[in-house]
């Protein structure tokens, strides 16, 4: 049975650093897709990370140049820096399908497994 886990959440102030894990069961995670969403009360879940077909990531706008996604054995990381009020939210873990077509990989847009969630909370 697949299951993703996170932990590492929690308070910091404005500025600080929190690192983020996702442990990984159930599969070798290297043929999935894997990324990080988040979700506050009063916004619509957004994608914080997301890694392609090769495994490389792709950053939302607005954690670009302060988050940094890893890989080691089953589990994926987030070490995220200079964190604002604004990044506030419960975070995810999830994965996709990690498909070949036309010689290319390339990963499904419907997450298929998600974890239960970890808060960060940013005070200003």
């Known amino acids: 049975q697949v299951q993703l886990a996170e932990f590492g959440g929690g308070s910091v102030d404005s500025g600080g650093s929190l690192t983020l894990s996702c442990g990984v069961s159930?599969?070798?995670?290297?043929?999935?897709?894997l990324a990080w969403f988040r979700q506050s009360p009063d916004k619509e879940r957004e994608a914080v990370v997301k890694?392609?077909?090769?495994?490389n990531p792709n950053y939302a706008d607005s954690v670009k140049g302060r988050f940094t996604i890893s890989q080691d054995k089953n589990t994926l990381s987030l070490q995220m820096n200079d964190l604002k009020p604004e990044d506030t939210a419960m975070y995810y873990c999830?994965?996709?399908?990690?498909?070949?077509?036309?010689?290319?990989?390339?990963?499904?847009?419907?997450?298929?497994?998600w974890g239960q969630g970890t808060q960060v909370t940013v005070s200003a």
């Open positions: 999830a994965d996709a399908d990690l498909f070949a077509r036309n010689g290319r990989y390339a990963c499904t847009s419907v997450y298929t497994h």
């Open positions: 159930g599969y070798d995670y290297f043929g999935r897709c």
């Open positions: 890694t392609d077909g090769y495994g």
